[in-house]
T-cell receptor
């Protein structure tokens, strides 16, 4: 089966850097995505890694190590509006069947 | 902008009722998905469809069925609602990705269903 593990909650200070980890065990692997969801809102796509290494998009970066079945989302210069839940998701192929992790609730404090 | 709309934000039904949740996307996406979201369990895939009249079971299809008669519309049906189906239901759509590209899913606002 498919399983993804990420911390349930993380707290960080405004202006700081926070890393949200994701480890996965899946029967197939095409890529790892990250989504953000604010309370009461819909998940929105943040980033995607198909190959090992770091992908940077503004204040957000995402890293993947396929050999370790591990990835992380790095948020820099944290802002209060970054308080949200963050989900990693594995695309295991086969007509785009995507499995989501259980989500990490990030609280940014002043 | 991609727009995914769901027929209701909040819905209250009684045990045993037949429930229809509708989802419409306006970007001509091939793929559509239904998830339910529960605290501590994340998003769990119920059904997905990669083409009109095609459907595939996800991880938790029991108690649900789906219909996709038109490309833009994907319906989730609870044949006989039960209290354990009280949840947030999220619909999503995605285009067929380019080789090596992300499968970016675009989500609707969700329907919070309560079954009494």
């Amino acid at each position: 089966g498919q399983s993804l593990e990420q911390p349930s909650e993380v707290t960080a200070v405004e202006g700081a850097i926070v890393q949200i980890n994701c480890t996965y065990q899946t029967s197939g692997f095409y890529g790892l995505s990250w989504y953000q969801q604010h309370d009461g809102g819909a998940p929105t796509f943040l980033s995607y890694n198909a190959l090992d290494g770091l992908e940077e998009t503004g204040r957000f970066s995402s890293f993947l190590s396929r050999s370790d079945s591990y990835g992380y989302l790095l948020l820099q210069e944290l802002q209060m509006k970054d308080s949200a839940s963050y989900f990693c998701a594995v695309d295991s192929g086969g007509y785009q069947k995507v499995t989501f992790g259980t989500g990490t609730k990030l609280q940014v404090i002043p | 902008d991609v727009k995914v709309t769901q027929s209701s934000r909040y819905l209250v039904k009684r045990t045993g009722e037949k429930v229809f949740l509708e989802c419409v996307q306006d970007m001509d996406h091939e793929n559509m998905f239904w998830y339910r979201q529960d605290p501590g369990l994340g998003l769990r895939l119920i059904y997905f469809s990669y083409d009109v009249k095609m459907k595939e079971k996800g991880d938790i299809p029991e108690g649900y069925s789906v219909s996709r008669e038109k490309k833009e519309r994907f319906s989730l049906i609870l044949e006989s609602a039960s209290t354990n189906q009280t949840s947030m239901y999220l619909c999503a759509s995605s285009p067929r990705p380019l080789a090596g590209g992300p499968d970016t899913q675009y989500f609707g606002p969700g329907t919070r269903l309560t079954v009494l």
